[in-house]
């Protein structure tokens, strides 16, 4: 929440002081749910690597990750989403690692238990 501050100077010379509160757009910790988290090296990765997840993929994501469990996966699994590969440890709910898919040549992906393709 952002907290603006408007100062009117009235006839008498006073300040009268007016606080507004006004939500901020959408940010992205807000989009996080709380059964979705990403690592901060997955984070660092989306920074480096200028990757945007917008609330849509991190709905994806998500369903990703309940199918995953449906079929008894625990461990980490791959996530391909376009151009995008995520590591994403299922047990924990967690977004291990994101990887530009076009970058991934001679990468080695160990211990997945399986690969979902959203």
């Keep these: 929440m952002t907290i603006n501050r408007i100062g009117n100077i009235n006839s008498n010379g006073l300040n009268n002081t007016k606080i507004e509160r006004k939500e901020n757009a959408q940010g992205f910790t807000d989009l996080l749910s709380q059964s979705l988290?990403?690592?901060k090296h997955a984070n660092e990765r989306l920074q480096t690597q200028n990757i945007n997840i917008d609330s849509s993929t991190l709905t994806k994501?998500?369903?990703?990750?309940?199918?995953?469990?449906?079929?008894?996966?625990?461990?980490?699994?791959?996530?391909?989403?376009?151009?995008?590969?995520?590591?994403?440890?299922?047990?924990?709910?967690?977004?291990?690692?994101?990887?530009?898919?076009?970058?991934?040549?001679?990468?080695?992906?160990t211990n997945i238990d399986g690969v979902l393709m959203i």
């Design 37 to 39: 988290k990403i690592s």
């Design 61 to 109: 994501l998500e369903e990703a990750i309940k199918k995953a469990e449906q079929k008894g996966l625990k461990n980490d699994v791959l996530v391909l989403n376009g151009d995008i590969a995520y590591i994403v440890n299922i047990k924990n709910r967690v977004v291990v690692t994101v990887k530009d898919v076009n970058s991934l040549k001679d990468n080695i992906f």
